[in-house]
């Protein structure tokens, strides 16, 4: 099974804990929950059902999770590391009412901080996630800490989190792997009176049978709904003629993978296909420029050339590529302005979309992993759907 070892977990707390002391940072909390997972599946492979969660990396001494009590056994199961202590400010993120966890033994933020204070200095405490905090579970935070700094040190964890290593790559491949043959179910079932939410069924339970953990989004929409941009499946019935978009992130082991291929349903209009041109005109323009050592700022600058030059720029509407990896979307995400240059074991996902033109509106979006001469995709079904529309192939003969 690929999966991130626990050797790489701990190497990835000795790079944080590197990090901090270089920085003067005398502890660091990294926040999350169910919701924005990502930066404490990262440090420890914790994810938390419905309550909050952190993981204190002091400079001296072993990491500590933190949780809240519902989701303990669970913790315990994923978490890499062995210690942990529950704080009643972790307890269920959507209610306001106050829970009783009779059986529950409690610590404080206060205990917890005075803890670490007794081996090491604590003046300086960075806070990885304070974006996703509550200002209420802030507020008990600093005055636990009786004193100390806080400092936001997302950009610390942000870069540590964009280069992916090897097993990481293998955790994105498996996801693409996993989200390609999904799609591949969803296309086949793509005919004239079916539902959205039935194609948005037959994806998600595909994905399930085959391995992932999760599904973050499955968006489907048809007709006149794609002009939405980003569509949740309806019963809306799809009809001959009608344009589908059809958005699949598919989760693997905490890493995600993307799959969007712009696709009309029975008898397809010239105005349709012109838009589907253009859209994967600008996709081959954009991996053109997805190379290490070629400025990021290029690659938005040669989409919006050749959209541009087709006469279609007031219907681009954001960046067309950004980072993944733990999330759907997450840093890089380069404008033409970016300065910063691609690098090998990048994970990024390309967004190449129109929006409101009369023709219609889809996006173009796929997983890829850039390599010391280029980008590699994992997603044998995207790859087959672009050499058969360059030939003039139904994607339906990709399907056979």
């Known amino acids: 099974m690929v999966k991130i070892p626990i050797s790489e977990f701990y190497a990835r707390f000795g790079n944080l804990r590197e990090k ?30 419905f309550e909050r969660c952190a993981v204190l990396i002091p400079s001296q001494g072993e990491p500590l999770v933190l949780a809240a009590p519902e989701g303990e056994v669970m913790l315990k199961e994923m978490s890499a590391y062995s210690e942990l202590k529950l704080i009643p400010e972790f307890v269920c993120v959507t209610v306001p009412d106050e829970i ?17 204070a007794e081996h090491q200095k604590l003046e300086k405490v960075g806070i990885v996630g304070i974006d996703a905090m509550p200002k209420a579970l802030y507020e008990v935070i600093d005055n636990s800490l009786e004193g100390a700094e ?48 039935e194609l948005a069924g037959v994806a998600t339970g595909t994905a399930m049978r085959l391995g992932a ?33 059809a958005a699949l992130a598919v989760q693997y082991e905490g890493y995600i993978a993307s799959f969007n291929f712009p696709f009309v349903v029975g008898n397809m209009s010239p105005e349709q296909k012109q838009l589907i041109d253009w859209l994967i005109g600008a996709y081959e323009c954009a991996v053109t420029n997805l190379k290490p050592g070629i400025i990021q700022g290029e690659l938005p600058k040669a989409v919006s050339k050749y959209f541009h030059d087709n006469s ?33 074991n990048m994970s990024v996902n390309t967004d190449i979309s129109l929006f409101g033109h009369p023709y219609g509106s889809n996006r173009i979006e796929v997983t890829l992993i850039t390599t010391e ?6 997603s044998e079904t995207f790859n087959k759907l672009i050499a058969a529309w360059k030939e003039g192939k139904k994607y339906s003969d990709v399907l056979m």
Request: hydrophobic letters at 40%; a negative charge; one cysteine or more.
């Open 100 to 116: 009783e966890y009779p059986q529950a033994e409690y610590t404080t933020f206060k205990k917890v901080f005075r803890s670490v």
């Open 150 to 197: 806080i400092i936001d040190i997302n950009n610390i964890f942000f870069e540590m989190r964009m280069i992916k290593s090897k097993n990481e790559i293998a955790c994105m491949a498996k996801a693409s792997e996993i989200a390609d043959l999904a799609y591949r179910e969803l296309l086949k079932s793509a005919v004239a009176g079916v539902t959205e939410l």
């Open 213 to 245: 953990e999760y599904v973050p989004f499955c968006l489907v929409s048809s007709g006149s709904r794609v002009d939405t941009i980003i569509g949740r499946a309806t019963n809306k019935v799809i009809e001959d003629g009608d344009m589908v978009m």
């Open 373 to 378: 001469d280029g980008y590699v995709s994992y």
């Open 20 to 49: 901090m002391v270089a920085a003067g940072i005398d502890a660091c909390l990294v926040y999350g929950d169910e919701y924005r997972k990502e930066n404490i599946r990262y440090i420890a492979n914790v994810w938390p059902i």
């Open 312 to 344: 279609v720029s007031e219907y681009d509407l954001y960046p067309p590529l950004h980072g993944s990896g733990l999330a759907e979307a997450e840093s890089p995400y380069p404008n033409a302005s970016s300065t910063a240059v691609f690098t090998s």
